[in-house]
């Protein structure tokens, strides 16, 4: 087996490198929700167009490309797609910096999301054949705290940044580092040999549709890009929301909602991990149950976070915080669990030789449900509701949350499918 090829430490290693390296992927992707204020005040551009530009103008790109590009790191070197891929995204998203206008800005994010297309399916697809599966969920729990760290980097160090030196500054600041990791990762993380493969390598629509073959895969896949409907609006639209309802500065939206993704993100991600590992080695219905009740428990946190009077505050350490933002912090909990056990699920029911383009397609739906529609159309809502004033981007996200009891009912009709699929698995290990 691959994760018998390296010592803990050097897999430890390796997880920490990849987890940087997505820290910055999600950084780079970040940072534009910190941004949408100030870029909107000087390029005159409405909601809707704003929506475009952090959703479907990244996503349609960053989504449809990953899969191609997965099947190039499948057959070729994930390590090398990889390290060329995030030179890629950290170039362009310091030229985002230098855009005049709205137009420009939106075709430089069109080149990050093309540069980040192969980022996270060949990272996720080096950690599963770096660790066993007994320890895959909490290793890709590991990975996937990354975006929970980049939410305070981006947001709270963007927030600074453009505070004091404009929001152009933010994108060479968090651009230019990912060109020397990419040279660290190329030098030093290691190929493994993979688990197993095909005798004959298999085309690369043969490999999509032997992956939709997979009975629990497509209810898993759409419960992830419903669920991200409502997860990609909230994380872009939050700090707008707090700036103009709670009427908060952008630091302190940076912050508090900076604070909330890496602690109360991170938390729940791990902790889902975590969970799941116990709980699925006693019934693999858990791998899918798992996330369905974190869905179920952040909804109604989310809502009060929304809906929460603004004039209801409470201080800490001098400062003065909307009440509504601790709703947030508890959601953000629950609302993580649902990462890594998914993740894990999708890695435990594909072949190795298929893994990193099972990835790619969870992450198309993923992105091009989530981030394509989910900022856009908070944006379109909050615009043709705008008679509502402040409020319009209350009861856009507030419609939004809709869209998560639907992931909640896939992720629930994919469990069966998934427990069945595990029992074959089983069926079929040779028996000491």
Not at 159 to 173: Q, S
Not at 249 to 257: F, K, P, Q, T, V
């Amino acid at each position: 087996m691959s994760h018998t090829q390296f010592s803990p430490g050097y897999r430890n290693y390796v997880l920490a490198i990849l987890t940087l390296g997505y820290l910055l992927n999600f950084v780079d992707r970040q940072v534009m929700t910190i941004l949408l204020e100030p870029i909107k005040a000087e390029f005159g551009a409405t909601d809707t167009q704003m929506g475009f530009l952090t959703g479907f103008a990244f996503a349609l790109f960053y989504a449809t490309l990953g899969v191609p590009v997965a099947k190039l790191a499948d057959s070729w070197s994930r390590t090398n797609v990889l390290s060329i891929s995030m030179s890629v995204w950290s170039l362009v998203t310091a030229l985002c910096g230098m855009a005049v206008n709205f137009w420009q800005l939106a075709l430089l994010r069109i080149g990050v999301g093309v540069g980040e297309a192969g980022g996270t399916p060949p990272s996720q697809s080096l950690v599963a054949d770096y660790f066993p599966p007994e320890k895959r969920s909490f290793a890709l729990g590991v990975l996937s705290t990354a975006p929970n760290i980049g939410v305070l980097v981006g947001l709270f160090g963007g927030a600074i940044i453009a505070d004091m030196y404009g929001w152009r500054m933010v994108f060479f600041v968090f651009g230019i580092p990912g060109i020397f990791l990419a040279l660290l990762l190329k030098f030093t993380v290691r190929e493994p040999v993979k688990d197993s493969g095909p005798l004959m390598p298999e085309g690369f629509m043969q490999g999509i549709k032997n992956i939709l073959a997979v009975p629990a895969f497509p209810y898993i896949a759409l419960a992830v890009g419903f669920t991200a409907i409502s997860g990609y609006g909230f994380g872009v639209w939050s700090p707008s929301f707090l700036i103009r309802v709670h009427e908060i500065s952008l630091i302190e939206a940076g912050l508090y909602l900076g604070l909330i993704g890496a602690f109360g993100g991170g938390l729940g991600t791990v902790l889902g991990g975590y969970i799941c590992d116990r709980m699925a080695a006693k019934d693999v219905v858990w791998q899918l149950r798992l996330p369905m009740l974190g869905i179920l428990i952040s909804l109604p946190l989310q809502i009060a976070f929304l809906l929460w009077p603004e004039g209801s505050v409470f201080t800490l350490f001098g400062k003065t915080i909307p009440v509504a933002i601790l709703f947030m912090a508890v959601s953000s909990v629950f609302a993580g669990f649902w990462i890594g056990p998914t993740y894990a699920a999708v890695q435990n029911i594909v072949p190795s030789h298929s893994r990193t383009q099972a990835a790619a397609l969870l992450l198309l739906s993923f992105n091009l449900l989530g981030m394509g529609l989910g900022p856009t159309l908070v944006g379109l809502i909050s615009d043709a509701i705008s008679g509502y004033g402040v409020s319009s981007i209350r009861y856009a996200l507030l419609l939004s949350l809709s869209t998560t009891l639907v992931g909640a009912f896939l992720y629930w009709k994919g469990g069966s499918h998934y427990v069945s699929q595990m029992n074959v698995s089983q069926m079929k290990k040779p028996q000491a």
